[in-house]
């Protein structure tokens, strides 16, 4: 919660990425009342037929929302999100805590690894600073 508190508080636009399905994917978000926070949840049934992978998945968004590779990143915890990043053109913060986290031999060059939540407020503020990222209206 304090994570997402950290960047709602800068007005840092997030959304969800997942390959869980959509409609498990709202209700677990409005279970633990986390609605507040993310502008919008992508899965790869949120459009008809189906997306193929995460990469489409994460190009569908950057459509739909207008969202500027450049200035977007994109967190995760797995290769495969690492990898749809870059076939999106994003930076990949590899979150390498917890269930699921990436090791430090499945890290690729360009990812940067994070090993705690408070590791990955600070490098993301440090990120957004380094590349002058417009967080457009809030």
Not at 82 to 95: C, E, R, T
């Amino acid at each position: 919660y304090e994570l997402l508190s950290a960047f709602s508080s800068k007005n840092i636009p997030l959304f969800i990425a997942t390959h869980k399905r959509l409609h498990p994917t709202h209700l677990l978000i409005e279970h633990l009342g986390w609605n507040s926070f993310f502008r919008n949840i992508y899965a790869l049934d949120c459009v008809t037929p189906s997306l193929s992978s995460k990469a489409a998945m994460l190009a569908h968004l950057l459509h739909v929302e207008g969202i500027d590779p450049a200035q977007a990143l994109y967190v995760g915890d797995k290769p495969e999100d690492g990898h749809a990043a870059d076939q999106n053109n994003l930076q990949f913060f590899a979150a390498c805590w917890g269930y699921g986290a990436l090791t430090d031999v499945e890290l690729r060059n360009g990812w940067k690894s994070v090993h705690s939540p408070y590791e990955l407020v600070e490098s993301i503020n440090d990120w957004v600073l380094s590349n002058t990222v417009s967080l457009g209206p809030g």
